[in-house]
């Protein structure tokens, strides 16, 4: 089925960039652009956009504003924000404006178009920098302290060899060090088609939606190294 995507960006340069990558993929197709948060609404109503790419800095209304209007009279939009601030505050305040996506404008084609196919089938997506820091996020959380003191060792890791295969074990720590399928496919000298296998194997053995997910459920279940 083709995904309808509409492009929301102040930048014209930017949304042409997005456009053209977006274009190689068959099953995509851009139906609109906007340049501002004030002209989202119209373009939900006229083209009906399964993905919606929002800029989170615009003029006239913020992509965060203007998602929030949007979830609130078409609730199953979906939406990503795009930005190039990878502080959490910024992660928080998109996602809680109902966004189920987040990336990062330094991002790649293929996070691009990854990011749309996640999303468009219903589940959320985190640029791989941000799964990072809210992983380190949850390191500093967990270096606690007995009350007398004294620094309380973590649990050590046991991979879910029980659920997936060593090689999956190993996609899945990476995934946790915030790395990208490329990256992941450079560091075990594998394609990058093989490494997107590998993923869909793990979301579907762990039972979660997106690798976000899988990363939160491997931390807490203390399968992977939180470093």
Not at 1 to 28: P, S, W, Y
Not at 90 to 114: N, Q
Not at 127 to 143: C, D, G, M, Y
């Amino acid at each position: 089925m083709t995904v309808k995507i509409a492009i929301i960006d102040d930048h014209q340069l930017f949304r042409e960039g997005v456009k053209r990558i977006l274009e190689f993929e068959k099953t995509f197709e851009v139906v609109a652009e906007g340049e501002d948060g004030e002209e989202a609404l119209d373009i939900i109503e006229k083209y009906h956009p399964d993905v919606v790419l929002m800029d989170i800095n615009m003029p006239h209304q913020n992509g965060v504003e203007a998602t929030r209007k949007l979830i609130e009279a078409y609730p199953e939009t979906k939406i990503i924000i795009l930005s190039i601030h990878d502080d959490e505050s910024y992660v928080t305040h998109a996602l809680k404006s109902g966004a189920t996506g987040y990336l990062l404008k330094e991002m790649d084609s293929d996070a691009l178009i990854e990011a749309v196919k996640v999303v468009a089938e219903g589940g959320s997506y985190l640029h791989p920098k941000i799964t990072h820091n809210l992983v380190e996020e949850f390191r500093k959380l967990s270096n606690r302290y007995t009350p007398g003191g004294a620094y309380q060792q973590p649990p050590a890791v046991v991979p879910p060899l029980h659920l997936l295969t060593p090689r999956e074990c190993e996609v899945l720590q990476l995934l946790a060090d915030g790395k990208s399928n490329r990256a992941i496919g450079d560091a075990l000298y594998i394609s990058e088609k093989t490494v997107k296998n590998h993923v869909s194997n793990i979301l579907q053995k762990l039972r979660v939606k997106d690798r976000t997910q899988a990363v939160v459920t491997a931390i807490k279940n203390g399968w992977v190294e939180v470093r």
